[in-house]
Antibody, heavy 117, light 110 residues
Framework: QVQLVESGGGVVQPGRSLRLSCAAS????????MHWVRQAPGKGLEWVAV????????HYADFVKGRFIISRDISKNTLYLQMNSPRAEDTAVYYC??????????WGQGTTVTVSS | QTVVTQEPSFSVSPGGTVTLTCGLS?????????PSWYQQTPGQAPRTLIY???TRSSGVPDRFAGSILGNKAALTITGAQAHDESDYYC??????????FGGGTKLTVL
């Protein structure tokens, strides 16, 4: 079945780095754009980044631009989010989601990132 | 900075109908924003209800319908059930590869 499974979350110190992964299965990974969406504790959903199906273009929310990098490895059916210089306000559950017609149709279960010294 | 607006909370009686809306702090929502809707219960991942204005995601009952009403996107739930009590989020495609979520609506069924 179509599935997305995130991993890589944990506790990271401010200014260090962390890489999140999202393993895709059950569909042709190379045929879909992919998003990262996050949710801070007690807050709403927040769009973070998107990458084209072929990995040739990425876009970011202003609050992560220049710090986070979205990428994908089609040979491994895996999406990544490299979090550089994280801040306390980046503490959140991070979800990956598949794009469909400029929306998101399949979601992972999320991975929790805590930025704390 | 354009803000996507949603009602913070809404209440509906069991069996009743409720329409949640998704607007813009400046301007009107049209199909060009590809509005989509998500349901989320505490501690769970979001569940996709509607994408591309009015396309139901796989497995979503036809009690859920998306539309454009006036200058906003709308999610109408008919025959509300207790398990519909959740947070509902919309997201709009703003163009240039940018999406923005609304703040969410907490729906109570009572």
């Amino acid at each position: 079945q179509v599935q997305l499974v995130e991993s890589g979350g944990g506790v990271v110190q401010p200014g260090r780095s962390l890489r999140l992964s999202c393993a895709a299965s059950g569909f042709t990974f190379s045929g879909y754009g992919m998003h990262w969406v996050r949710q801070a504790p007690g807050k709403g959903l927040e769009w973070v980044a998107v990458i084209r199906h072929d990995g040739t273009k990425e876009h970011y929310a202003d609050f992560v631009k220049g710090r986070f990098i979205i990428s994908r490895d089609i040979s491994k059916n895996t999406l990544y989010l490299q979090m550089n210089s994280p801040r306390a306000e980046d503490t959140a559950v991070y979800y990956c989601a598949r794009d469909v017609n400029f929306g998101m149709d399949v979601w992972g279960q999320g991975t929790t990132v805590t930025v704390s010294s | 900075q354009t803000v996507v607006t949603q009602e913070p909370s809404f209440s509906v009686s069991p069996g009743g109908t409720v329409t949640l809306t998704c607007g813009l702090s400046s301007g009107s929502v049209s199909t060009n924003y590809y509005p989509s809707w998500y349901q989320q219960t505490p501690g769970q991942a979001p569940r996709t209800l509607i994408y591309d204005t009015n396309t139901r995601s796989s497995g979503v009952p036809d009690r859920f319908a998306g539309s454009i009403l006036g200058n906003k996107a709308a999610l109408t739930i008919t025959g509300a059930q207790a398990h519909d009590e959740s947070d509902y989020y919309c997201v709009l495609y703003m163009g240039s590869g940018i999406w923005v979520f609304g703040g969410g609506t907490k729906l109570t069924v009572l």
